[in-house]
């Protein structure tokens, strides 16, 4: 099927389509027939918008040198209607070398795709894998491509996404109100890398809360493994420092477990450490198996540990009091959870200053680093730990940065927006020489 062009009304160009609504077919087949039309309008409006970006083949100044047209020559394309085939003008400097296309420069082509459908498939990509976006596209809009394309073009947006995650191009959403607390949490999870084996990749979130404690924004941060975790690292730190600018009288608290690493990191960039309170908890109940042991002292363990708990989140100074019960209870404890004990123990001695819960329950403020572990299940594990799946470092990073882009409210749009304005890398500036 395909599309008519009828004329142009202003800046509005019309189409024509005809579309078979036969009531002898079902209303899936007829609703087919309307895809199929929407689509072939669709291509030949894409095309015509693509005109709109090319020259009249005046000679032209690339990077300081100068470049003449060469010819016109035909090039096909993907978009989300289909392939379409333009002519356009291709330009050479006088050394030859590499052919420069203003069409496809100006009109921000991405591997062969339009801008749309570069974003389409790096969107389902981030999402699912080669095979999972062609069952969704042929599916769902009826567009037929290989697997390779879409890695291809998913590598492009990823690697530009890489590139910009080193520039301060994001803002945060201007509807978020005024934060009054900003968490800061990093954590690990393991993935399954080609040459390496199993190893830990990394993520952060920074996340804004309001008066009432409502989380309002979080920005995701991911990384593929690295040794030592240098590099992640210094993101992190980029992040952080981009948002202390903006709201340098939040309250900065550190919200992560019981990792040294993550301490060494988070307690010399915020004003308060909160150990995650359900950590603590797994501890406390750990103790009480030790403290109150065998079915004769269930109930009494019960009674302990709701009042231990309910202590330790609400009433300060509580931690500090357990610590101290269960150092004066190690001597006493029976062989077989002496172990247990002990570890208990440690934990509470190494981490109690960081358990000041009550403060945070009263005012509303998270005590739970339930944001950073959805983020190493949502941002790494749903994607990168599928069944068979194993990952070189190149295509792990440029996967991660696309799903921290979608994951983080709006800057998967001010990415896109940066394209549209800058491009890529590899679209180059150019002018008209008159």
């Not at 027939?33 to 409006?45: F, K, S």
């Not at 095309?47 to 047209?69: C, H, I, Q, W």
């Not at 004003?271 to 198996?289: G, M, Q, R, T, W």
């Not at 819960?357 to 998270?366: A, D, I, L, V």
């Amino acid at each position: 099927m395909e599309a008519k062009k009828v004329g142009r009304d202003g800046k509005y160009m019309v189409y024509e389509v005809r579309i078979e609504l036969d009531e002898s077919k079902s209303m899936l087949e007829q609703e087919q027939a309307i895809q199929e039309a929407v689509n072939a309008a669709g291509r030949e409006a894409t095309k015509d918008a693509l005109k709109n970006f090319d020259v009249s083949g005046e000679p032209l100044m690339v990077g300081g040198v100068k470049y003449t047209r060469r010819a016109t020559q035909t090039e096909q394309y993907e978009c989300p209607y289909g392939r379409i085939t333009v002519e356009r003008e291709v330009y050479q400097n006088s050394k030859g070398g590499r052919i420069f296309c203003p069409l496809e420069n100006a009109a921000r082509i991405i591997a062969g795709t339009t801008p749309k459908f570069a974003q389409i498939l790096s969107y389902k990509y981030g999402n699912g894998g080669c095979r999972a976006v062609v069952k969704d596209l042929a599916e769902t809009t009826g567009r037929v491509i290989c697997p390779a394309f879409v890695q291809t073009v998913s590598e492009v947006v990823g690697a530009n996404a890489e590139f910009y995650e080193e520039k301060d191009i994001y803002s945060l959403p201007a509807d978020m109100g005024t934060p009054v607390q900003v968490s800061l949490s990093l954590d690990g999870t393991c993935m399954l890398m080609s040459e390496d084996g199993w190893r830990e990749a990394m993520a952060g979130t920074i996340s804004f809360f309001d008066r009432d404690g409502e989380r309002i924004h979080t920005i995701y941060i991911g990384a593929t493994p690295e040794h030592g975790k240098a590099e992640f690292l210094a993101r992190f730190e980029r992040e952080i420092e981009r948002v202390k600018a903006l709201y340098p009288n939040c309250t900065y608290i550190g919200l992560a477990d019981g990792a040294a690493s993550n301490w060494e990191f988070l307690g010399k960039r915020t004003d308060k450490s909160i150990l995650d309170f359900y950590h603590a908890a797994e501890y406390v109940k750990l103790a009480a198996e030790a403290m109150f042991p065998g079915m004769k002292k269930r109930q009494v363990k019960e009674k302990w540990l709701n009042e231990a708990l309910h202590n330790l989140k609400h009433k300060p100074g509580t931690a500090k009091h357990l610590m101290e019960e269960f150092a004066a209870f190690l001597p006493k404890v029976n062989r077989g959870y002496r172990a247990d004990m002990e570890k208990v123990a440690t934990y509470f001695s190494n981490h109690w200053a960081k358990m000041k819960y009550s403060w945070q329950t009263r005012h509303n403020m998270p005590i739970g680093s339930g944001v950073i572990e959805a983020a190493c299940k949502e941002l790494i594990k749903q994607r990168m730990a599928n069944s068979g799946m194993r990952w070189k470092d190149h295509g792990a990073g440029m996967v991660i940065a696309i799903r921290s882009l979608i994951l983080s409210s709006q800057r998967w749009r001010q990415f896109w927006d940066k394209i549209a304005q800058s491009g890529c890398p590899e679209h180059k500036n150019f002018s008209m020489i008159k």
